[in-house]
């Protein structure tokens, strides 16, 4: 069969595009959960608003302001080109950024939870063993925020693999370039190959349980609990 | 300049705190008073968990809050033991020994790693992680984390509070050792008058967040002003040594402290050398008074003393009689009727039959 010569470009991007979004998100989404989950800060309320709106918004709705935003008219649009770096949307970088914000949510409350369900308390202990602010988040919040972290990398991951609205609003349809899983899986229902849609979206499935199970090895391996 | 001077103000949901004072640097100070009277919060305040605005605390001359300069509680000598088990539940108990202990410079350490382990018994369990443990290891291991760090000053939340009779047996024994061998001053939380009466030396009375009385243990103690010496477990601790032992009846015999009598007492057999500090307590409703010294009786101590003041008890039928026996003070619980055939009055010269003597440690 020659749909393995045509969809792997596609199967490759995605996991690129997915590998890529769980790495800044985790980078990006900690520190942030950080603060939402030790501020006393009166943004608190509108930066979390703001961080779930990805959950309520439809997708395409999404897609097509960062299609506006990143456009030659558009504000981020204006700096990247300033910046020499182009245009970003119909290019892979585009689908990053898409994605970061598209994921932001899956990424940045299962943290937030684990850090809030940690309290205060063993970081105060920490302090009073001579630890400082950030060797108390090293050392103390982030091991115990173990099962926040790898869920949230999971999710975002999972959730990447499978995102579609945003992506044909902003990364169209380029083969190699910006055509992911989900889109190959539309086209081919839309030119009627069943049997190629169908092995892509079996193999999604698969793939989806698999890393759930994972997820659950994992954080059942530990030898810690909770006291 | 010795000692904890310090100087919070801070108002809180249900009190305000408003304390000052200066607190001894050796031995155990118990920070004794209800819950809500601020106890807690005044600890918090000591070891920087707490920012009083416009506080003041200085340990040992060093200045840890004033005006502008606020030691953060990492920056902060100290050990802190929490209420509740407070042990990292991700690290096992070596580590979370080590967690402490490696953080201070090397030169700066004043205690051995297996000293703390001998000293609160942990041998076993350096391989556990704390949910395999009972409530009473995690605050042993606990206490043993915070003295690692070789504070300076060693702070104590209601340590044994959240902790099941067994568990407090358990623990007292190890916190009486480390009163008895290690230098640290500590200051203790407490609202059970049987921890403050088994290991402080001095004690500091909070009510509504403010101090009402701090002073000497023994002095405390036998205050007519204050309620404790009203309590029905109204009693008197003394400091004394260790002076003799006689194996054949199976007793042994205490000096009482700065006793200018040179007053002793005899006590179960109680294993320890000669001249080793121990301390006595002695229940008011233990103690009855004779104008002479009787030599036909079973109870075997009997104590010259002068009646310091006659005060009224809990009971309509009792009053309370504050005895000196030489330095220090005991409590005596008598009924009205005796003290008035007695003539019992202040300076009068008085026999004290202590029917029984507990010996702390």
Known sequence: MDFSVVDSPAIWITLKLALFTTAILLLLATPLAWWLATTHSRAKTAVSALVAMPLVLPPSVLGFYLLVMMGPAGLVGQLTQTLGLGLLPFTFSGLVVASVIYSLPFSVQPIQAAFEQLGNRPLEVAATLRASPLDRFFTIALPMARPGLLTAMVLTFAHTVGEFGVVLMLGGNIEGETRVLSVAIYDHVEALEYDKAHLLSAGLIVFSFTTLLLLQQLNKKRKWQPV | ?361
């Open chain 2, 1 to 361: 300049m010795s000692g904890i001077e310090f100087e919070f103000q801070l108002p809180r949901e249900d009190f305000k705190l408003q304390v000052s004072g200066t607190l001894p640097d050796r031995g155990i100070t118990a920070l004794f008073g209800a819950s809500g009277s601020g106890k807690t919060t005044l600890l918090r305040c000591i070891a920087g968990l707490e920012r009083a605005p416009g506080g003041k605390l200085v340990v040992n001359g060093e200045v840890w809050q004033q005006g502008p300069t606020f030691l953060a509680t990492h920056q902060r000598p100290i050990g802190y033991v929490f209420q509740e088990a407070s042990l990292f539940a991700h690290l096992g108990v070596q580590r979370n020994l080590e967690y402490g202990w490696k953080r201070i410079p090397r030169p700066h350490r004043n205690i051995e790693f297996e000293e703390v382990i001998r000293l609160l018994g942990l041998e076993h369990l350096l391989g556990r992680f704390p949910h395999q443990l009972s409530g009473g290891q995690r605050q042993r291991v606990a206490i043993a984390r915070a003295l690692l760090t070789s504070p300076a000053l060693l702070l104590m939340d209601e340590p044994l509070s959240a902790l099941d009779l067994d568990s407090k047996q358990e623990i007292l024994p190890y916190l009486e050792r480390l009163h008895d061998e290690s230098r640290v001053p500590i200051l203790y939380v407490s609202h059970s008058p049987d921890e403050v009466v088994r290991l402080a030396d001095h004690l500091v009375l909070m009510e509504h967040g403010k101090i009402v009385a701090q002073g000497e243990i023994n002095q405390l103690l036998t205050r007519s002003d204050l309620s404790l010496s009203r309590l029905d477990e109204a009693s008197a601790v003394l400091k004394c040594r260790v002076a003799a032992h006689d194996p054949d009846y199976h007793v042994s015999y205490v000096a009482i402290d700065n006793s200018g009598l040179k007053q002793k007492l005899l006590v179960p057999f109680k294993d320890l050398p000669t001249d080793h500090p121990v301390r006595v307590r002695i229940l008011a409703r233990d103690v009855s008074l004779a104008l002479q010294m009787q030599s036909q009786t079973s109870i075997s101590n009997i104590l010259p003393a002068r009646v310091v003041e006659v005060f009224p008890s809990n009971t309509p039928f009792q009053v309370i009689v504050k005895l000196d026996i030489g330095g220090q003070f005991i409590l005596s619980k008598i009924t009205k009727r005796s003290a008035a055939l007695l003539h019992i009055e202040k300076d009068k010269l008085v026999y004290a039959q202590v029917k029984s003597v507990a010996l702390m440690r």
